[in-house]
């Protein structure tokens, strides 16, 4: 009988490289030069801290380029609200880490209809 997972997982060590190529990138940019800006990690989430907005938009380029490079799909972020303290912006940005409920009831509930011989079973995050 075939079988088959379906899982939807960040590698920390790749996401991390991600991050550290896109702060280099802000080191050697012209037009952040004498700017306060920098990526702030725990886990699976990412501050983006910038001195204006368009700064920041700028830095979520350059994270999604830095997430390509490192084969990660940029699709997996989830990104939060523009916070303003004092006179840095800051945004929130989440990795989508293992699959929804409802999205994996829904992958079981297509490879049913498709009336596959295999056995289909939600264990946590993970469609097995």
């Known amino acids: ?11 920390l060590h790749d996401f991390t490289n991600a991050i550290d190529q896109a702060g280099r990138i802000i080191d050697t940019r012209f037009d952040f030069k004498g700017i306060d800006a920098k990526f702030d990690r725990s886990e699976l989430a990412v501050t983006i801290i910038a001195e204006s907005d368009f700064q920041l938009t700028q830095m979520e380029d350059m994270l999604r380029t830095a997430l390509i490079k490192c084969k990660i799909d940029p699709l997996a972020m989830t990104m939060g609200e523009v916070e303003t303290a004092g006179k840095q912006v800051k945004k929130l940005v989440t990795m989508q880490n293992g699959l929804e409920t409802l999205l ?20 946590g995050e993970q469609v097995r």
């Open 104 to 123: 994996g009831k829904k992958i079981v509930k297509l490879i049913k209809e498709k009336k596959m011989k295999v056995q289909t079973q939600i264990q």
């Open 1 to 11: 009988m075939p079988s088959f997972d379906v899982v939807s997982e960040v590698d």
